[in-house]
C-alpha cells in the first residue's frame, strides 16, 4: 500500500504526518486506515507519551477525497479501523489513551476540524483556512462536529459555519476554541513539538488519568469524573513516579518518570 501516513518517533513523541501532498492530504481510505494504525501505535506502545499530528507539506487536509471513500460507504457507514488500530475521532472505537498535539496550517476543511475536536492541543499557522462544508457536497459531518462543534464554540457558532459550510480564519477558530493558539506562518510544527515535549517531561500516568478523567466529565457528567477521582488518587500516589516527584521536591532536582 503507497504511504499515506508517516510516523516517526522523536523521543517520547510519535510524529504522525499526513502524506498525500499531490492531493492536498486529502484522505482516501489508505489514509484513513493508516491514521488509524498510528493512533493504535501512539496507544499501545508504553514508551510513546505523547502523539503530533501535522501536515508533511503545506495544507493540514482538504478533507475527504470523495471519488474514493463515498463508494465505500455502506450500511454500516465506512469502516477504516486495521487490527490494533484506534479511530483517531474516537467514534467507532475508545478514544488513544495519550495526549495528542495537532499542529494545522494551510487549509483544514471537514475532517481536518473534526480532528482537532477530537484532539487535546491544537497549534494554528496563522495562514490556515478553515470550513466544515459538508453540507455543499450533500452529505453532514460524520467524523464528530455534529456532537463537539457547539459544545467548544456555542450552538449558534456552529451552526454559522456547519449549515453554510463557509470558510472562517484562525483568528476565528480561536475565537471558537477549536484551536489553542496562534503562532506565525511555518512555526505550528515547532511549537506543536515544544508544547509536546512539556506534556512528555511529565508523569505519563498522572496525564493520562487527567485526560482521562476530563473525557469522563464530558461524557458522563460532573458527578461520573468526582466520583472516580478518590480512587484515582489513590493510585497515582502508590505509583513509583509519585515517589520520584516527592522525593525531586524535596532535593530540589528534576525528576525523571517512568510511567510506572
Known amino acids: 500500500m503507497e504511504r499515506r501516513v508517516s510516523v516517526e ?17 486529502a484522505a482516501d481510505l489508505a489514509m484513513l486506515e493508516q491514521l488509524a494504525a498510528a493512533y493504535g501505535q501512539l496507544d499501545s506502545d508504553a514508551s510513546l507519551r505523547v502523539g503530533v499530528v501535522h501536515s508533511t507539506s503545506e495544507h493540514f487536509t482538504a478533507g ?3 471519488a474514493d471513500i463515498a463508494p465505500r460507504i455502506g450500511a454500516d457507514g465506512l469502516r ?3 487490527d490494533g488500530g484506534l479511530d483517531p475521532w474516537g467514534l467507532t472505537t475508545r478514544p488513544v489513551r495519550k495526549p495528542v498535539v495537532l499542529a494545522v496550517s ?30 455543499a457536497r450533500a452529505i453532514l459531518p460524520f467524523g464528530g462536529a455534529t456532537l463537539r462543534f457547539a459544545r467548544a464554540a456555542g450552538w449558534s457558532n456552529a451552526m454559522r459555519w456547519m449549515l453554510t459550510g463557509d470558510a472562517f480564519d484562525a483568528e476565528e477558530a480561536l475565537r471558537m476554541r477549536i484551536v489553542t493558539e496562534i503562532v506565525e506562518n511555518g512555526t505550528h ?5 515544544e508544547l509536546a515535549r512539556r506534556i512528555a517531561a511529565a508523569a505519563p500516568l498522572a496525564v493520562q488519568a487527567t485526560l482521562a478523567n476530563a473525557r469522563l466529565a464530558v461524557a458522563e457528567g460532573d458527578a461520573a469524573a468526582a466520583s472516580a477521582l478518590p480512587a484515582e488518587l489513590v493510585r497515582l500516589a ?5 515517589r520520584a516527584g516527592m522525593e525531586a521536591f524535596l532535593t530540589r532536582t528534576t525528576p525523571r518518570f517512568e510511567g510506572r
Open 106 to 135: 494551510g487549509i483544514c476543511y471537514t475532517l481536518g476540524i473534526e480532528l482537532a475536536l477530537a484532539s487535546d492541543v491544537v497549534v494554528a499557522d496563522r495562514s490556515t483556512s478553515f470550513a466544515q462544508l459538508e453540507v
Open 189 to 193: 510544527v515547532a511549537r506543536a513539538v
Open 80 to 82: 477504516f479501523i486495521p
Open 238 to 242: 502508590g505509583s513509583d513516579d509519585a
Open 9 to 25: 518517533r522523536d523521543g517520547e513523541l510519535l510524529m504522525i504526518g499526513l502524506d498525500r501532498p499531490e492531493k492536498r492530504n
Open 64 to 66: 475527504l477525497d470523495l
